[in-house]
């Protein structure tokens, strides 16, 4: 009965351990010669006039490279995959321009899952 119960205890232990680890993330700057050629091939479609900033994104799921560029007074984020392949593009946006909707829509959620108010 005893074994049972530390077997028990231990994969409880272990479930709980994994359900509660945290998010690990750690981005660094590179140079456009450290970045996959397909990555630079699509940036340079684009032809932005502002310098791109080359990142290494490294976390629980792999190695990522962000390529980041202000573009009509909007900060973008791409990010590609080690083949060079895009995963997502992120645009800065200040909150109030955001519609109606959509601000309501995240301060309910907030609200539901914190303790935030406005």
Do not use: H
């Not at 397909?38 to 190695?63: A, M, T």
């Amino acid at each position: 009965m005893k074994t049972f119960f530390s077997t028990v205890l231990l994969i409880f232990l272990s479930v709980n351990s994994l359900l509660s680890q945290e998010k690990f993330e750690k981005e660094y700057r590179v140079k456009p010669k450290d970045v996959p050629k397909k990555s630079l091939e699509i940036i340079k479609i684009w032809n932005f006039k502002n310098k791109v900033k080359w990142y290494v994104e490294e976390s629980q799921d792999g190695k990522t490279f962000e390529a980041k560029v202000r573009y009509k007074k909007y900060k973008y984020s791409i990010e590609f995959s080690k083949e060079g392949n895009i995963i997502d593009v992120e645009k800065t946006v200040k909150f109030s321009q955001l519609q109606k909707k959509i601000i309501q829509k995240i301060v309910k959620t907030l609200e539901n899952r914190t303790s935030f108010c406005i």
